[in-house]
């Protein structure tokens, strides 16, 4: 089973830039595709990218689609999400998350405990 700890997260200017990086231990992290999801105060879970195992399939959320980059370094177990131009409505805590089983891009089932991105002036 994959753990996943999230950081980076904090207050942030309109316009400016963050990056995330989540660390996953547990499992072998370069079998398993990954994703980042946010969940934005009093509303429900967002996806917001997905990346596949070597890195070089990616897909977003069209929210954030040439804004934002998720990346993964399989060499240090640890997956990003840089996060340019932001937006009071990018406001939210992100959560990066793995599916149940290796080599699989099914839904996310483990979860790492969020980091919050205030994006305001």
């Known amino acids: 089973q994959v753990q996943l700890v999230e950081s980076g997260g904090g207050l942030v200017q309109p316009g400016g830039s963050l990056r995330l990086p989540c660390a996953a231990s547990?499992?072998?992290?370069?079998?398993?595709?990954m994703y980042w999801v946010r969940q934005a105060p009093g509303k429900g879970l967002e996806w917001v990218s997905t990346?596949?195992?070597?890195?070089?399939?990616?897909y977003y959320a069209d929210s954030v689609k040439g804004r934002f980059t998720i990346s993964r370094d399989n060499a240090e177990d640890t997956l990003y999400l840089e996060m340019n131009s932001l937006k009071s409505e990018n406001t939210s805590v992100y959560y990066c998350?793995?599916?149940?089983?290796?080599?699989?891009?099914?839904?996310?089932?483990?979860w790492g405990k969020g980091t919050l991105v205030n994006v305001s002036s």
């Open positions: 547990g499992a072998t992290f370069s079998s398993y595709w």
């Open positions: 990346i596949n195992t070597s890195g070089g399939v990616t």
């Open positions: 998350a793995s599916p149940a089983y290796s080599r699989s891009c099914s839904s996310p089932a483990h």
